[in-house]
């Protein structure tokens, strides 16, 4: 099992940045894929950006270019750089892995607020 714990949520004024940060309770070096997912109250869980162990890095449309994915494999950690947020960020953000691309498990952690308000 992965046991994944976010932290760095909190709020923030529109344009302003935040970093979250997802620290693993075993290595992830070799685990598949770690991503950040965003879930708003009344509206579905979407993929915010994901990176790979093979380093490919993906990102939702509303957030390319703002937000930054990276992995330390040497912490065990996942970070997620927010940078020019919106009022629609606002969410609660949950860090989660699949260990394998077959057959692989998936875990994720408790989640994180993060509130863009004026």
């Known amino acids: 099992q992965v046991q994944l714990v976010e932290s760095g949520g909190g709020l923030v004024q529109p344009g302003g940045s935040l970093r979250l940060s997802c620290a693993a309770s075993?290595?992830?070096?070799?685990?598949?894929?770690m991503a950040w997912y965003r879930q708003a109250p009344g509206k579905q869980r979407e993929l915010v950006a994901s990176?790979?162990?093979?380093?490919?890095?993906n990102y939702d449309e509303s957030v390319k270019g703002r937000f930054t994915i990276s992995r330390d494999n040497d912490k065990n950690t996942v970070s997620l750089q927010m940078n020019s947020l919106k009022i629609e960020d606002t969410a609660v953000y949950y860090c989660?892995?699949?260990?394998?691309?077959?057959?692989?498990?998936?875990?994720w952690g408790q989640g994180t607020q993060v509130t863009v308000s004026s």
């Open positions: 989660t892995c699949r260990t394998s691309l077959l057959g692989g498990s998936v875990y």
């Open positions: 075993s290595s992830i070096s070799s685990i598949y894929r």
């Open positions: 990176s790979t162990s093979g380093g490919i890095r």
